[in-house]
């Protein structure tokens, strides 16, 4: 039997991204269908996802719901894999510029409660019929914009349609989408969900809670990650929930896309590169401090940053450290756009250190190519990282990856301790110890190293050498749908 799959979720490269979720969402799919499982995709209808679509058709008439009236369901194909998308048409919830969650003043929109219950609520009505010619057996829902989707199937399936079966991946346990209790009557759930078993947190509805008790399994993206969340210290409320969820919790690493993140395809850096010509590399350096202002200098050791400048990445930390770099002679460039306080420091370390220390605040596609290629190191000192993929985009490019051991950081660099230098396992460099002396530590492993010419360039080789690719994790996928399906 094919397994056929719904994914719901906010974003989906290259429709649309504010971050990881897109890769993940973009490149999941098309994987999927390469391992013969039919996948397909529903989105809410930003303008950005009805502009990137081809062969846009009108599906179905979804009728009102959440006081939006007028929903329609429509099917387009994203190229270059063909992948099915669906969208929720709704131009009063969606057609607003911008980011998909904020307003023009970097505030969440104040109807995103029943703005995402569309989403969740439309994938429930596409598995249980809305579309005469597809049928989802699974409904796949991604991060708290899509929780409630679970919550819905069962609402539908004590109203008489069939069950049908869900899985809730959470890319990050921090964004829970909690909204007030007064809401609750907006979301067209029975009455009896708004319990602790159910939608009900701490007083609030939470909609990633929905999701993790209502889903038959639930994933996480790397399997450190899975662990973390379901302790006290990391489980922002819900480890409770979740460990009592235990045998039906999988972590399974992201892949990356190597046909957009490989130095030997990419048109958008300097020049062209492979792990046994990468010479180039050098050459996308230049391009990068010429094209940032930083002083040209092949020695300079040259630390890298794209991000979401939030707490979570923790950037903070790194403003603490950008003296012990520049003072060394190395360089840093940062990529990034979020938190105000963040924003501003960025500013002023590039200020306090010009040709040492450049900042782009904002959001470039093409400039986190750059970086990602130019950069000697890459720099992931978060606090906490369910998987992160920059450190994956890094090793392919051989830019080394520095970075916090935790989450999916801790799964996919190994120190350049001495011991794994001898074994012939490191990648990059990992700090223990959130604080000043942990990331000054791993920074001047880093100068240590790239002092070491020969041993620094084996080290580049085999983080090129390292393979994440997403054919594994539509594999684990597909063991937890015949799981489900089986059972
Ligand atoms: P998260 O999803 O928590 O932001 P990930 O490492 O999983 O972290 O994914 C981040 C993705 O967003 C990567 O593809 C990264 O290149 C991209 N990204 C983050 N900030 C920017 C930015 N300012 N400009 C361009 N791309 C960015
Ligand atoms: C989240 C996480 C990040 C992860 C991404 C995709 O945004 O913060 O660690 O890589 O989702 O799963």
């Known amino acids: 039997m094919t397994v056929c799959v719904l994914h719901a979720a906010a974003e989906m490269f290259p429709l649309l991204k504010t971050g990881g979720l897109a890769d993940v969402v973009g490149a999941l799919p098309p994987a999927q269908s390469q391992l013969g499982t039919n996948a ?50 709704s131009d009063q919830f969606y057609d607003r510029p911008g980011n998909p969650y ?3 003043g970097h505030r969440p929109y104040a109807d995103n409660d029943r703005r995402f219950a569309l989403l969740g609520w439309a994938a429930a009505r596409i598995a249980t019929g809305a579309d005469p010619a597809w049928k989802p057996h699974i409904v796949h829902a991604h991060d708290w914009h899509a929780g409630l989707a679970p919550a819905y199937l069962r609402a539908f399936e004590r109203g008489g349609a069939a ?13 829970q989408g909690t909204f ?84 030997s395809v990419d048109e958008s850096i300097a020049t062209k ?45 790194l403003l603490s450290a950008v003296p012990d770099i520049v003072q060394r002679g190395g360089q840093l460039v940062v990529l990034g756009t979020g938190d105000p306080a963040l924003e501003t420091g960025m500013k ?85 110890t959130f604080d000043r002396a942990g990331i000054v530590g791993a920074i001047r492993r880093a100068f240590a190293l790239k002092a070491r010419r020969s041993e620094w360039k084996a080290v580049v080789k085999r983080a090129m050498g390292q393979s994440f690719g997403w054919e594994d994790a539509a594999r684990r996928y597909a063991e937890v749908y015949q799981g489900l399906l089986g059972a």
């Open 348 to 432: 002023n370390a590039a200020a306090a250190h010009p040709g040492a220390v450049a900042v782009e605040l904002g959001f470039d596609e093409t400039l986190s190519h750059s970086i990602i290629a130019g950069s000697d190191v890459v720099m992931v000192p978060s606090r906490f990282e369910p998987c992160g993929l920059t450190q994956l985009y890094a090793l392919a490019y051989g830019a080394l990856p520095l970075v916090h051991r935790v989450g999916g950081l801790a799964d996919t660099v190994v120190d350049s301790s001495l011991e794994n230098l001898a074994d012939e396992l490191a990648t990059g460099f990992v700090f223990d």
């Open 180 to 263: 007030p209790a007064s809401e609750f009557g907006a979301l067209q759930l029975p009455g009896d969900f708004y319990a602790v078993e159910g939608v009900e947190f701490y007083g609030h509805v939470s909609f990633l809670k929905a999701g993790l008790y209502y889903a038959d399994r639930i994933t996480t993206v790397s399997p450190t990650y899975a662990r973390e969340i379901q302790t006290q210290a990391q489980g922002a409320g819900l480890h409770g929930l979740l460990q009592t969820r235990t045998h039906d919790i999988t972590g399974i690493l992201n892949g990356v896309d190597y046909s957009i993140w490989s130095p």
């Open 273 to 317: 590169y492979t792990q046994a010509k990468i010479s180039g590399k050098s050459k996308c350096k230049t391009a990068l401090q010429e094209r940032m202002g930083l002083a040209r200098d092949d020695d300079a050791l040259l630390f890298g940053v794209v991000s979401r400048l939030t707490e979570q990445k923790g950037l903070d930390l």
């Open 40 to 89: 397909r995709v529903v989105l809410p209808g930003f303008p950005a996802v009805l502009a990137g679509l081809d062969d846009l058709q009108p599906v179905a008439d979804l009728g009102g719901a959440f006081g939006a009236g007028n929903i329609r369901l429509e099917r387009g194909v994203l190229q270059p894999h063909g992948v099915v998308v669906y969208v929720v048409r």
């Open 163 to 175: 069950r049908v079966a869900s899985v809730m991946t959470v890319h990050n346990l921090a964004y």
């Open 102 to 104: 904020l307003d023009a």
